[in-house]
């Protein structure tokens, strides 16, 4: 396959005035009519004229009403053109049924759909398939009426009769934010008065028996319009926005212009099929395709590697919206959680990558934790290092230079220079360094005078062994021994390899709480013992550091008895349940709190410090910690249960979903000593998901889930999004010698359809989660995951490309499991015609 660099960049010959595109729906013969008016762009020297096309069959190709005959080439099409402006018309062919790697046009339960970002487009008609190439459209739907009652596309209806309808996007767009979707739909509708008066209609479009299900995401919808306006003064810009919602789908949504489409789980919500999490994740994906509107759509990416300009801003747009509606501290507890679960280990690994590359062969396998999440964790640092009056300064400025562009990162950076007369040269190179750096922390106090000695470190990358120091804004705050700040919180800049930054004034040793707010992503290193831990975890005034504080000791005791057998940490169980039972702190806090390291996160502590993990050992101190606590906390956590539980109607707001998240956790643990007594009494009373659902999980972790799981399934086998659950919730909680039995057992169901990608990430997806399962010593899980991803390759290459992540860690264990794998991963990359998605990601993982 060929790698694309970005140094290669050339812009494209040719500027598309206007695109008008005529859809002849069919099932299986869909007809797709372009008449595409071009002129030459003088400001470009490249003059050959080459348009993207796969997959698809010409019927016909005109020139100014000429007939002629194109030239096929790798991808697409060459054609000689005038000199001047010209229109190009073409009648192509496609069969969306048979569309199962869901890119292009293709069709969902009966229902027609698009997905084209990064590279679909070109599998619905001939045309410059690349994000700098803007332009506006005119769309034309036509169906048989019946079946296909509703046909919606980008920008304003502008009419629609029997069999059609017809659109007109005004803004122009780049051909990834594309989008049709037409069947039989039923809409939950609503209205947004813009702040400069503008009345919107907003639709969010379900199949028929959904319709009880869009109330909270057309709430969460409204939520980000305001918010978005009232943040970063951005109104919405069309008289329409419409959601569909569609139950194939490779990720989670997609911000085509004023059509966004979603997988259906991550928009359909009611009390009864969907959990907090759920509610939660659906609020701020509904924000995050909102946020795109700017960040994506008026202002794009210049190509494919700026991918992060949109990603990480918009990612970190969501993140502060969630913060504003629901808790900043637990917001930024989940995120770092996240980071540290997908993040990491993807930077720390053969798949380590910049935030924005320099290269790649399959764009799609380039939607990544680090474009995504390092890429916003870039945008707070930027923050941090500026201050919010000035990066609200460069937002405002970067709008306004840029809208209607495709942009590239040095476009971004440039606001930020010419705002704050920054040089903000070295802090780029967090755009093209790729790894963890390592911030090591050494104290020195001579009575009066305190300094904390930083230096950095990050180890060599896949294509990078020489590493420059990074600009990491690293946040601290001291406190005294009676728990009082003497030192408010204050970014230190760290720019070199090692700097010092002395507090004058302080007659008694204060206490250091360093990367306050995890105000860099990296990995802190810093000596200090579990007395000073516990004294932080009871009193640091940086939730996120005191949250930390017992990260690190539950960390450390899961260390000291995976390692050396020892007894868990008795000062980490005391602090702990004084934390608990504090009721001044919020409920969802508390919860995160008793929240311990999962066991891949310590699986890749003990390889960074040497050793090899052992699975097995890691899943019986996990569960061990897990016992202890259940001992340490039993005289409170009937009280814990009792006082969190929520009465009156369901509402997810944070608040109630706080109370239920910690009942549940509390719940997990009275289980340990109950048998299941508690958790039966819940799964039978439960009125909402949340408290089903977690229920249902202590009883499996039990040994008592088998005929609750029955009734869970009759109860709720018409329901897709449900049902997934129910898959997922087995192979999450099997036990690891038979999770690989699990899963094929589960693979075996009727109700197991590989097409799904929902269904299939619910079994295969999570058995790579379910650390001990997926690496027992017998290799049956990696050979089970093997199977799968052959099978699902030619059938959707995007999701089994990503899929082959769960192998990227192989080489942290033993000989034993790395030549499983590795046999595993050469069967893969062994098959006839693997894809170019599989290809690429298996040989960067055995690399
Ligand atoms: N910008 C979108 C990324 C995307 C995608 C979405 C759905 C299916 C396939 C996709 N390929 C790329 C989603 C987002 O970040 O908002
Ligand atoms: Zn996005």
New binding site residues.
Partial sequence: PQTIYLKDYTPFGYIVEHVDLTFKLHPTATRVLSKIRFTPDTSTSDKMFFLHGEQLKLISAKIDGQEISPSYVEGGLQADVPDTAFTWEAEVEINPEANTA??GLYMSNGMYCT?C??E?FRKITFYPDRPDVMSVFDVRIEADADNTPVMLSNGNGVSKGEGFATWSDPWPKPA?LFALVAGNLIAHTDQFTTKSGTEVDLAIWVRPGDEGKCAFGMEALKKSMTWDEEVYGREYDLDEFNIVAVDD???????NKGLN?F?SSCVLASPETATDGNFERIEA?IA??YF?NWT?NRITCRDWFQLCL??GL??FRDAQFTADMRSEPVKRIDDVIALRARQFPEDQGPLSHAVRPESFQEI?NF?TATI?EKGAEVIGMLKTLVGDAAYAKALDLYFERHDGQACTIEDWIKAFEDTTGRDLTQFKLWYSQSGTPEVTVREEYNGETFTLHLSQKSAPTPGQDEKHPQVIPVAIGLLNTDGEEVQPTMALELNKAEQSFSFEGHTTRPIASVLRGFSAPVILKQDIDNTRRAFLLAHDTDPFNRWEAGRDLARDSLLGAILEGAPHNAAYLDGLKALLCDETLDPAYRALMLGQPSQSELAGVIHKMGQIPDPAAIHTASEALRDAKARAFADMLPDLYAKNQVEGPFSPEAGPAGKRSLANAALALVTRLDGGATASQQYAHADNMTLQLAALSALIDAGKGASALQAFYDQWQSDRLVMDKWFSLQVMHAKPADSATVARTLTQHADFEMKNPNRFRSVMGILAMNHAGFHHQSGAAYALLADWLIKLDPVNP?TTARMCSAFQTWKRYDAHRQSLIKEQLERIATQSNLSRDTSEMVGRILD
Avoid at 249 to 255: D, K, L, R, T, V
């Fill in positions: 869901l890119e997905q970002e990064a679909g990834y789908f490779n990720m989670g949504a997609m911000e489409i997988n994906i995050h395709e795109h994506g949109k990603e918009t990612v799609n939607y995504y995007q």
